[in-house]
């Protein structure tokens, strides 16, 4: 069975780092476009960073441009997101999600998604 999970999340104080893990079993990583998105409470889930299958395409949503980065390692059957100076208004609940096509991650529309970790940026 196909699954995902996150780990890595917790509280930080703002400028601070935090580095998330999207662990995949069940399937081969290999084969998916995988994506971080975040949900805030009151807000809707947003599509934040996705990685194309070969780490060729990458694509980030405005706000986090220059603090956040999108890796993986196929091998390992792991994606990453590395977060750096991070802000209050990043605090959300962080999902990976695995989709077949690049353009359906960054549409916010992936088909399988894990449980989420959260984020919390507060002094």
């Known amino acids: 069975q196909l699954q995902l999970v996150e780990s890595g999340g917790g509280l930080v104080q703002p400028g601070g780092s935090l580095r998330l893990s999207c662990a995949a079993s069940?399937?081969?990583?290999?084969?998916?476009?995988i994506g971080w998105f975040r949900q805030a409470p009151g807000k809707e889930r947003e599509v934040i960073s996705c990685?194309?299958?070969?780490?060729?395409?990458?694509y980030y949503t405005d706000s986090v441009k220059g603090r956040f980065t999108i890796s993986r390692d196929n091998a390992a059957n792991t994606v990453f997101l590395q977060m750096n100076g991070l802000k209050p208004e990043d605090t959300a609940v962080y999902y990976c999600?695995?989709?077949?096509?690049?353009?359906?991650?960054?549409?916010?529309?992936?088909?399988?998604w894990g449980q989420g970790t959260q984020v919390t940026v507060s002094s």
């Open positions: 999600a695995a989709t077949r096509l690049f353009s359906v991650c960054v549409a916010n529309k992936s088909a399988y």
């Open positions: 990685i194309s299958t070969t780490s060729r395409s990458a």
């Open positions: 069940g399937f081969t990583l290999d084969d998916y476009t």
